[in-house]
């Protein structure tokens, strides 16, 4: 494991690190979502530049 990077297509497209060391075994960091459609897209690397790579759609709504 070397990194993961995210980006939000719906926020903008240059990637973001969501995380560099493992904690417990877990990455965890807040995500700004927008109102609306979100599109996240992770990448996941490790040591010898190899990545795979998920998709997340998630619809969100600010109900005040």
Do not use: H, P
């Amino acid at each position: 494991f070397d990194k993961i990077q995210y980006r939000n297509i719906a926020k903008s497209s240059s990637w973001k690190t969501f995380c560099s060391s493992l904690n417990g075994g877990e990455c965890d960091k807040d995500l700004d979502l927008e109102d609306g459609e979100n599109n996240i897209e992770f990448l996941v690397w490790d040591d010898a530049d190899n990545f795979a790579e998920a998709s997340l759609d998630i619809f969100f709504e600010i109900i005040s």
